[in-house]
């Protein structure tokens, strides 16, 4: 590849030998070009494609290094060498300080290391060239990466910075430059905060590469502090002498508080912000490995919040999830802080009283929290209340790890909820048993109803005077492959409990309803079948669109149905009460108040629903002794009712004759109860019902 020279300068002769030095190279070829002013030297140069410029620093329109100031501006990346008399080569050792690549001397043109300098200062150039590229690249890399780099000499002191070293250090380059890095790169430890050995200073006393990950913090210029993961390592020269070091950090602050996050959420629950199962657990252990050494006694406390499932249904999960974060709250003032207080799902919660001295002490613990949970809730314009049922198992009597004192709390707890609610019980080992049988219950019941072994049998209604049927009421019964009948006293409270009373009273309806019009269809007249209705039903925020939608698919007559529910259930809200009741009223749908006499409604409240039928409760008719006071007074008290509200009386459990001859004497029109007949299957009703009773 041919290199093209330019020489400026007014000499013929100086011109002449440098030509034909240039071309007897035996290094070349060199094309060769001229000018004899600066002036056509610089127009020249504006052109390109020269390699190299051959400046005679006198020329007609320039004298000095002035002419090499212009021409280097013009060409700063091209080698420039001076053509120097004797008494001007000063000039050329000045030039050559100002970026001049050398001086040919005059009268020496014609020697053989002419072109030889020359095509050493070209390729020089062209090397620097190719380096400067490199560096460019290297520089632009290191300032586009999100890794701060930091380098030190021999001596510790910093000889670079890239901009992500300048943000995380709060130092800019040159001011960093040349300061020792202890000053730059401030590293202490991230849980104390105590002084960290800088891995850079490590490197250069070892010449291994050196790293510390997470555990650190950096300090910056204005105290601001960050947790940074880095590496160090030596810099070795072409002999492999250590000359420096370098170090790449990052900022993982984020990544640091995002796994502290994760940790938190793993071991705590999402809405209450309390401790989980899991870190629950791990608290449970801990408490137990302390009280081996301490011979302490930790209690936990089994909570289930009473009724909130009814809460639940009917005001919705928004003000559900509020009144659980303001249980967390009153649970949380009701304890020590080195007690722990869990979410364990739904509407449970645990609490850990970690430094118990005597099992009788978490009795106070409990009271305390019963007394807490009394107060009322305000959410969302509500006044909530409820209570809380509590079972406590204590170390070591009722277990020697975790998942053992809360499996034995949690069936303490059972038998607190059994025993009325809003109280607490110890756990007893007798109890297990019953535990047992209560799980098989429900994971029977779950069975059940994709099994279909839920059947109805029906008790007959009889008018008193005539003893004709009335109508039915339908009752579940549970027909169990092995365990045979069961009745719902067995069963009904533990799906309550376990949410499948709603499944489960939809079934009822249904094939009440399907029922009826299955004897309609086999001739009989149209019968009148009551159905029960629990709380956790008429609460629920679709039951009425659900009872629509199975009145339209079975093709019942609603004026068919009689829908029965307890004084309580109706006065848990009365305005929403009076509300649904009046929808179904308008559909033909009679209703039913069951066990009439046992709540603790206002009579006024009373006569604002639709109601047609008053169902004496059957505990007031056993009290009956068949004198014309006493025992019955309540019972002619709600007969007396019932006929001055204009609605009928059925009084239940009617079990001899005495209590028949009351209860006609006194005029109550209807009972039903086994003196008349037990409850008995479809079949059995419907040959009932043909024959007329």
């Not at 994709?450 to 007959?460: G, I, K, M, N, T």
Request: proline share 3%; with cysteine; hydrophobic share 45%.
């Amino acid at each position: 590849m041919s290199n093209r020279i330019l020489i400026i300068s007014p000499d013929p002769d100086d011109v002449q030998t440098l030509r034909q030095a240039l071309g007897a190279a035996s290094d070349g070829p060199f094309v060769v070009e001229d000018a004899s002013t600066l002036a056509d030297g610089l127009q020249r140069i504006e052109q390109s494609g020269i390699d190299a410029i051959l400046l005679d620093l006198t020329l007609p329109d320039s004298l000095g290094l002035a002419g090499f100031e212009q021409v280097h501006a013009v060409a700063p990346h091209t080698p420039i060498m001076t053509l120097c008399a004797l008494e001007q080569e000063a000039d050329g050792r000045e030039a050559v300080q100002r970026g001049a690549q050398g001086w040919l001397s005059k009268g020496y043109f014609d020697n053989n290391l002419v072109p030889q300098s020359l095509r050493n200062v070209i390729e020089r150039m062209r090397v620097e060239q190719k380096l400067y590229a490199v560096q460019a690249r290297a520089e632009i890399t290191l300032n586009s990466i999100g890794d701060a780099v930091i380098s030190v000499d021999m001596h510790g002191r910093v000889d670079y910075l890239n901009i992500a070293a300048e943000v995380m250090t709060g130092w800019e380059r040159d001011e960093a430059k040349g300061r020792p890095i202890s000053d730059v790169l401030v590293i202490v430890d991230g849980d104390d905060g105590g002084p960290v050995v800088n891995p850079v200073e490590a490197v250069l006393q070892a010449g291994q590469v050196e790293s510390l990950a997470g555990e650190v913090v950096l300090v910056d210029r204005h105290g601001k502090r960050r947790r940074i993961e880095d590496s160090a390592a030596p810099i070795f020269d072409w002999d492999g002498q250590l000359v420096g070091a370098v170090m790449v950090f990052r900022d993982i602050s984020d990544a640091v508080a995002l796994s502290a996050k994760m940790k938190h959420l793993a071991q705590h629950d999402f809405l209450t912000n309390l401790p989980n199962r899991v870190l629950l657990n791990d608290r449970i252990t801990q408490a137990i490995a302390s009280a081996r050494r301490s011979n302490t006694c930790p209690a936990l406390l089994f909570l289930d919040l009473d009724k909130f499932k009814h809460i639940n249904d009917s005001l919705g999960h928004a003000v559900g999830d509020d009144l659980l974060q303001a249980v967390a709250g009153r649970l949380l003032g009701c304890v020590r802080s080195s007690d722990t207080v869990s979410r364990h799902g739904g509407d449970e919660f645990v609490v850990l009283l970690a430094d118990e001295r005597r099992p009788q002490d978490a009795a106070l613990a409990a009271e305390k929290i019963l007394i807490a949970m009394s107060t009322p809730f305000l959410i969302d314009g509500h006044q909530l209340h409820t209570s809380t049922s509590i079972g406590i198992s204590v170390f070591p009597l009722d277990g020697v790890d975790a998942e053992a004192l809360i499996k034995n709390a949690d069936t303490a707890m059972y038998y607190a909820k059994e025993r009325g609610r809003n109280a607490y019980q110890f756990f007893r080992h007798d109890m297990n048993a019953r535990a047992v049988e209560r799980q098989l219950i429900e994971s029977s019941l779950r069975l059940a109803l994709e099994r279909s072994e839920f059947v109805l049998h029906y008790q007959p209604k009889l008018d008193l005077e005539n003893r004709t049927i009335t109508g039915v009421e339908a009752l579940l019964r549970w027909k169990h492959p092995e365990w045979g009948l069961v009745l719902p006293d067995r069963f009904i409270h533990i799906a309550e409990e376990c949410g499948l009373v709603i499944p489960l009273g939809r079934w009822v309806l249904r094939e009440a309803c399907a029922q009826a019009v299955r004897w309609r269809e086999s001739g009989l007249a149209p019968v009148s079948i009551a159905v029960n209705v629990s709380a956790m039903e008429f609460r629920h925020r679709d039951f009425f669109d659900h009872a629509l939608a199975i009145f339209e698919a079975t093709g019942v007559d609603p004026a068919w149905l009689q829908l029965e529910l307890t004084e309580s259930v109706l006065m848990r809200d009365v305005a929403a009460s009076s509300g649904l009741l009046a929808k179904f009223k308008a559909m033909g749908v009679q209703i039913a108040v069951d066990d009439f006499g046992t709540g603790y409604s206002s009579l006024s409240y009373l006569n604002e629903f639709p109601i047609d039928v008053l169902k004496i409760d059957q505990s007031f008719v056993r009290a009956i002794d068949g004198n014309a006071g006493g025992n019955g007074a309540i019972v002619s008290a709600v007969i007396g009712m019932g006929r001055s509200l204009r609605q009928r009386v059925i009084a239940e459990g009617i079990e001899n004759a005495a209590q028949l001859d009351f209860l006609k004497w006194h005029g109550c029109a209807e009972g039903q109860g086994y003196f008349f007949s037990k409850p008995v299957d479809a079949d059995q009703m419907r040959a009932m019902l043909h024959a007329g009773g």
